[in-house]
């Protein structure tokens, strides 16, 4: 499906009016389904929206990274998707009832409790990066991100590994970029220990949950994190570097894997 | 609350390695009760928190405009507010149930169709804005933003008359802000018709939803709209404007508005 829209708008510049012919960046809502029933409505880029199915679900708890997933089929216009697994599922009383996902750009569970959402292991990979690699994976990354410089209007991840980007996507919400990553990787069966994501948004905690229950190691983006990434990231061993311009970089956690 | 943590990070800069006290923007988790029953839980910047409260539960239809709000009381840390009704309310049960809330800067309700979740009436205001006006405002706007000039890591919205900014607020989520202005107007009763209200984030549809909810016929930004966020905004009479810089705007919607 077309990422983007053609329309006519109404430009100001300097005081003189043009109509002008613009593109705009789509969104679409997608709705998911693990065997026919209803989960979740998404607002999202109608690009990926398989590996953004799994990767949700992956991310959510809601299946395992060895969950056997018989098919994954789009609906009607790609509104929505169904994903069959190979057993019954029910979907468990306090994804609805309790564990609520909030508003604008965040989400979290009842009294969230950092340590109640992360419910995993550290990650105790001893990969490193050399400093001169994370420059050149973000240089790459940003000459990738041809959709958010036509239209200024989506947020773009990547999975890399020590040299290159191996998959990238955007979408309009930074949640939905990471997880098409990682959808797409649970379903080509693409290891992501001993990476590293990308990401052009602000890393929050609800990003940094994400990355660590996929167990890779180090996250950078051009932009800031916010001080609950942090806090979690130095908990769950996961090396976080923001304000990645130029030659500059600030770590946040783990410094040791850049050298 | 202060809304900013000061922390040591490693910084390098064309090679070079240091450590550096670095000031980073605080995300915290915020649970909404009404009447003492549980309703969601935000993740946001610690700042006008009643507001936000009063402005979620609005922009959910939870609460009316009319609503008797007995008291909206903060707990401990600031982390849960309780909004005390002059009467009895129960939770709809499809606001659990069906109307999911999505990841990723977005949400929506199941099979999502912009008709079903606009509920209310066009925006019918015949008010108007000069050009030159859209422009101080943008320039006002940018000047108040120092949080994210500090920290590169939040969101502003403001609500503006003709002439100012009447009410200015930040948080780390786009909705966030916007739902503090709406909650701050409600509480303090300051009407939100002919106003125009400014973001510093994309404008995607559930941003337009709560602004035509509101009935505020403006809605400016630096940044770009979603698609439908630009067909929402025609239907419903909304004037969207996007990329205000410098002396610059494109009118995606209602142009009759700009003069």
Do not use: W
């Given at each position: 499906?077309?990422?983007?829209?053609?329309?006519?708008?109404?430009?100001?510049?300097?005081?003189?009016?043009?109509?002008?012919?613009?593109?705009i960046?789509?969104?679409?809502?997608?709705t998911?389904?693990?065997?026919?029933?209803?989960?979740?409505?998404?607002?999202?880029?109608p690009?990926?929206?398989?590996?953004?199915?799994?990767?949700?679900?992956?991310?959510e708890?809601?299946?395992?990274?060895?969950?056997?997933i018989?098919?994954?089929?789009?609906?009607?216009?790609?509104?929505?998707?169904?994903?069959?697994?190979?057993?019954?599922?029910?979907?468990?009383q306090?994804?609805?009832?309790?564990?609520?996902?909030?508003?604008?750009?965040?989400?979290?569970?009842?009294?969230?409790?950092?340590?109640?959402?992360?419910?995993?292991?550290?990650?105790?990979?001893?990969?490193?990066?050399?400093?001169?690699?994370?420059?050149?994976?973000?240089?790459?990354?940003?000459?990738?991100?041809?959709l958010?410089?036509?239209?200024?209007?989506?947020?773009?991840?990547?999975?890399?590994?020590?040299?290159?980007?191996?998959?990238?996507?955007?979408?309009?919400?930074?949640?939905?970029?990471?997880?098409?990553?990682?959808g797409?990787?649970?379903?080509?069966?693409?290891?992501?220990?001993?990476?590293?994501?990308?990401?052009?948004?602000?890393?929050?905690?609800?990003?940094?949950?994400?990355?660590?229950?996929?167990?890779?190691?180090?996250?950078?983006?051009?932009?800031?994190?916010?001080?609950?990434?942090?806090?979690?990231?130095?908990?769950?061993?996961?090396t976080?570097?923001?304000?990645?311009?130029?030659?500059?970089?600030?770590?946040?956690?783990?410094?040791?894997?850049?050298?």
């Amino acid at each position: 499906m077309n990422q983007t829209k053609e329309l006519n708008i109404v430009q100001f510049n300097s005081g003189e009016k043009n109509i002008k012919e613009d593109l705009i960046v789509k969104e679409t809502p997608f709705t998911l389904l693990i065997n026919g029933q209803e989960i979740v409505t998404l607002l999202c880029s109608p690009n990926k929206l398989e590996y953004l199915a799994v990767g949700f679900l992956l991310s959510e708890g809601l299946i395992e990274s060895d969950t056997m997933i018989k098919r994954v089929s789009l609906g009607k216009d790609e509104h929505y998707a169904n994903v069959e697994l190979d057993r019954d599922f029910q979907v468990p009383q306090d994804f609805f009832q309790k564990r609520l996902i909030s508003s604008g750009c965040g989400r979290g569970s009842s009294f969230y409790n950092p340590q109640d959402v992360i419910d995993c292991e550290p990650v105790n990979s001893g990969f490193q990066i050399g400093y001169k690699q994370v420059i050149d994976l973000m240089k790459e990354f940003q000459e990738k991100s041809a959709l958010f410089k036509k239209t200024g209007g989506v947020h773009s991840a990547a999975l890399c590994n020590l040299n290159e980007i191996e998959i990238f996507t955007e979408d309009i919400g930074r949640h939905n970029a990471i997880d098409k990553i990682l959808g797409e990787c649970l379903m080509k069966k693409i290891s992501t220990e001993n990476k590293v994501i990308s990401t052009s948004g602000r890393i929050s905690s609800e990003i940094l949950i994400k990355v660590t229950k996929r167990k890779i190691p180090i996250i950078i983006s051009r932009a800031a994190p916010t001080d609950l990434a942090v806090e979690l990231a130095e908990k769950m061993r996961v090396t976080l570097i923001g304000f990645v311009r130029g030659k500059r970089m600030n770590i946040y956690s783990q410094p040791f894997r850049v050298i």
